[in-house]
């Protein structure tokens, strides 16, 4: 059946891929004999723009819809659209034509019910309000209204022609809207989980909201066990637990998974302040030297992770400086100096990072298992497509771009395993990489992206009329740049 959803105005990247990720999770593909991966039929409404914030999309059944709807972070509302039109007159005319036998179970006398109103792209007074809402006199409603808790909630949706200027995605003619809704994302997490709030942060703690939407890509839910490599303070993994997933993590730095602050202020307790529960295990571990004993494999069902690429920090790995670079050998630590020793680091490229994390989630995860990463992106011209990393093992079924400024964005990569993990595809897998490394930009492998995201761009230097040639040529809404 078809639903208007209607998303928020931000994130666009990310909406689409968000609810075909819940659609899957909740069942959406489960008559399909062959299991394989699939995405939901869209349409957009009449004079709409693909960025608008109102879609339609075809569920299966309503009780999809809403558990899509309802765990959503970015679904404004899932609705059983009633009627549609550019004008009031054709939204009756439309309403009129719905058919009966599906909205009189809506409108009976034992009912409750409430009529809201929501706009895009303007603003409505209250009296303009109460006018919408009288002019629905022709729908014959019999229960009783409930502004607080109703049984039934429907809304009247009204967009406006107010062209491209605003900062807002271009509408050619107005569109209004009618239809009860049957799912709405509950946006009170995010004020609960803010990380304002949250008892131990670390420089580069992921923001709450973006946390949930990878824990939805990944499809975290009862039952399943989740992993990042790069745990920090644990942001990633409170999300995935807050919707029931077990979660581990690991992380190269020892006072990060062992000390924090103190007793109460460390990754822990970040747990214990939602009242979630704790992690499996919390190891001090490298990406680049993984601790899982030989043989082991398919151990996961979602990784999750943003690996460090050098803005913010920059990647560590075994061995220090003068071992890396051969200067010194292997050694032993005595046993004598073992207490509270902290193992000496050495840099770790973006390149070699992500080939060892694409190698460990092909190892790790159960088939049809989940990747869900940021990668960084660097453009110069602010207008290139990027290249990711690629892996036999992985389909990759969702890019989804962060802009965070005129070079600089990272894009969240959502990878599925197809096939299992092999001596042959490990070779092939090798290759791949680098030919990945030859052909990419030159701070991937030598990890300067710092200074590539930093350094003042080449725009900056020009004037006159040239000025703007260097400049983005994506559009600018709002919802893109949050």
Known sequence: MWYLCVFYHRLLDYRKPEVESLAELFGAFDDDPHGQQHSLEWKLPEHHHPDSPFHFVNLPSEDIARSVANRSMLVKGLFELWGEGNSYEELEESIKGYPEERKLPYLNSDSTFRISIDTFGKVMSFTEHNERIRGLSYIPFKGRVNLKNPEHNFWIMETDDYGSHNGLPPVVQKRIFFGREVGAADRKLLPTYELKSRNYLGPTAMDAEVA????????????????????????ILVAAAHFGAMTMGADIDIR????????????????????????????????????????????????????????RAGGRKSGGRKLLKGVVGPYTVPDEKRTNHI?????????????????LAAKMLVMDGRLVYFYPVVRDDGSSSPSFPEHPCFKLIASCEQILSFRYSRVLLTMVKIKPYTDDIAESARLKHMDFKENHLKWLEEGNLHSAVFSPADHNSSSGDDGNCGKEVKPKYRGKYV
Not at 216 to 227: E, I, M, P, S
Not at 295 to 301: I, N, P, T, W
């Open 343 to 359: 193992p000496s680091t050495g840099a770790y490229s973006l390149a070699e990072c992500v080939h060892d994390l694409l190698d």
């Open 256 to 311: 990060v998974v062992r000390d924090g602050r103190g007793p109460d202020c460390n990754v822990w307790s970040n747990f214990k302040q939602y009242g979630l529960p704790m992690p499996i295990s919390l190891l001090r571990a490298d990406n680049n030297l993984p601790p899982w004993r030989p043989g082991l494999s398919e151990v996961f069902d979602a990784i999750i992770c943003d690996p460090p690429y050098g803005v």
């Open 212 to 235: 949930f939407l990878m824990a939805n890509q990944a499809k975290a839910t009862h039952g399943k066990l989740v992993y990042d490599p790069f745990v920090g303070t644990g942001s």
